[in-house]
Nanobody, 123 residues
Framework: QFRLEESGGGLVRIGGSLRLTCTGS????????IGWFRQAPGKEREEIAC????????TVADSVKGRFSVTRDNPANNIYLDMNNLKPEDTAVYHC????????????????WGQGTQVTVRG
């Protein structure tokens, strides 16, 4: 069974850093584009990053540009979201999602989702 699992969330101070990891099991992630999303209480889900299956395309949303980056390690079946200079507005549940899409492109929709990991940023 194909599963995604996020890890690395937690409580961090303003200006701090975290690395989130999305780990795939049941299938290799080599042929999947991966997206990172977040949802804060009372807010709509926001797509904040995408990385193509090949890693040639790695984009982040304007709201996190310059602070977040997305990378992948296909042999390890891991995708990483590095978050720096964290702000209180980054507090949310962060999910990774996968879509079978080989090549240098990111999808519009995703079929597979992880359960999420909580990130809380406080002063």
């Amino acid at each position: 069974q194909f599963r995604l699992e996020e890890s690395g969330g937690g409580l961090v101070r303003i200006g701090g850093s975290l690395r989130l990891t999305c780990t795939g099991s049941g299938r290799p992630l080599d042929y999947y584009a991966i997206g990172w999303f977040r949802q804060a209480p009372g807010k709509e889900r926001e797509e904040i990053a995408c990385i193509s299956s090949t890693g040639d395309i790695a984009t982040v949303a304007d709201s996190v540009k310059g602070r977040f980056s997305v990378t992948r390690d296909n042999p390890a079946n891991n995708i990483y979201l590095d978050m720096n200079n964290l702000k209180p507005e980054d507090t949310a549940v962060y999910h990774c999602a996968a879509e079978s899409m080989y090549g240098a492109t990111c999808p519009i929709e995703y079929d597979y989702w992880g359960q999420g990991t909580q990130v809380t940023v406080r002063g």
